[in-house]
């Protein structure tokens, strides 16, 4: 099967510039996931859909950052204005249940650099 | 609130050797755990998980894990390590509250197998 694509791999942006990332999910999935990944660090999630409703962004910087997942497959992941501390990876990932039991299959990430 | 921790940013092992990568949690309630393996420039692949049963897990490319209730451990082990086992390892428990759950990542264990 098809595994959990991102756009773009690569990303450089000034300061205060807004960038989009996207994801398609593996088909079927219904839990998406997005995780933030900085540089000698473990995936922090971000925000967490169920189909197309969020069920957890606690940890988004709702201020600056936004998310939706259309139509519960493909989500974007924006920010806007972008500030230094942002040049992290961007994990996007993908689970079949609702449960947390099953295992998260994740894209290769987009890599972020804010200059 | 849930936590794991992995006590050693980096383990260094001879090929051939067994190792050991390790992780402790805590948590309230029954644990889910989870190891992930990070390639250079790839996301994360999913190894192996406890969610209930037998303590000893087996999991992919020869890895298992053995859960420790009472140590409230979850160490990764391999009886003979490759120098393709080099790679970055995470732990992760899942969180359940409020009716919701989210993982939480560990900080990583860099592995280098030497030839």
């Known amino acids: 099967e098809a595994g959990v694509a991102q756009s773009p791999r690569y990303k450089i942006i000034e300061k205060r510039q807004s960038v989009a990332f996207w994801c398609n999910p593996i088909s079927g999935h219904a839990t998406l996931y997005w995780y933030q990944q900085i540089l000698g660090q473990g995936p922090k999630l971000l925000i967490q859909f169920q189909n197309n409703g969020v069920v957890d962004d606690s940890q988004l910087p709702k201020d600056r950052f936004s998310a939706e997942r259309l139509k519960g497959v493909d989500s974007t992941l924006k920010i806007q204005p972008a500030k230094l501390e942002d040049s992290a990876v961007y994990l996007c990932?993908?689970?079949?249940?609702?449960?947390?039991?099953?295992?998260?299959?994740f894209g290769p990430g987009t890599r972020l650099t804010v200059l | 609130a849930q936590s794991v921790a992995q006590p050693e940013d980096q383990v260094n092992v001879a090929e051939g050797n067994p190792l050991t990568v390790k992780c402790t949690y805590s948590v309230s309630g029954n644990p889910y755990l989870f190891w992930y393996v990070q390639y250079p420039n790839r996301g994360l692949q999913f190894l192996l998980k406890?969610?209930?049963?037998?303590?000893l897990v087996k999991g992919s490319y020869g890895f298992e894990a053995e859960f420790n209730k009472s140590q409230t451990s979850f160490h990764l082990k391999k009886p003979s390590a490759l120098v393709s086992d080099s790679a970055l390892y995470f732990c992760?428990?899942?969180?359940?509250?409020?009716?919701?759950?989210?993982?939480?990542f560990g900080t990583g264990t860099r592995l280098k197998v030497l030839a």
């Open positions: 990932a993908s689970s079949l249940d609702l449960a947390g039991v099953n295992e998260q299959f």
């Open positions: 992760a428990v899942r969180d359940r509250t409020s009716g919701t759950y989210k993982y939480i």
């Open positions: 406890y969610i209930t049963g037998d303590n």
